[in-house]
């Protein structure tokens, strides 16, 4: 199991941004098609972006034109731009593998807090 380690979150203003990096030991990023997880109190983990080995990218409809996805083979690291935040987006926010379910490692995640 590859241990994730999720990074940039913070405390940010309704229409603010913030860039999460996600770094991983070895090449996986550019072998595994990846996502941007988050979870908020009290809901059930979702998958809010996704990027695949070919490059292609797919995002949640609740984040469509506001968040980026991508990566960085060379530095072993996935980011996500969040921009136009808004407190519903506040969540934990993690990275994984596509697919990745309950029963895999998760990561410490980030705390992503959208408040005035």
């Known amino acids: 199991q590859v241990p994730f380690v999720e990074s940039g979150g913070g405390l940010v203003q309704p229409g603010g941004s913030l860039r999460l990096s996600c770094g991983a030991s070895?090449?996986?990023?550019?072998?595994?098609?990846m996502g941007w997880y988050r979870q908020a109190p009290g809901k059930q983990r979702e998958l809010v972006a996704q990027?695949?080995?070919?490059?292609?990218?797919n995002y949640a409809d609740s984040v469509k034109g506001r968040f980026t996805i991508s990566r960085d083979n060379a530095k072993n690291t996935l980011y996500l731009q969040m921009n136009s935040l808004k407190p519903e987006d506040t969540a934990v926010y993690y990275c994984?593998?596509?697919?990745?379910?309950?029963?895999?490692?998760w990561g410490q995640g980030t705390q992503v807090t959208v408040s005035s």
């Open positions: 990027i695949k080995v070919g490059g292609s990218r």
């Open positions: 994984n593998t596509l697919g990745a379910g309950d029963g895999d490692y």
């Open positions: 070895g090449s996986i990023f550019s072998i595994y098609n």
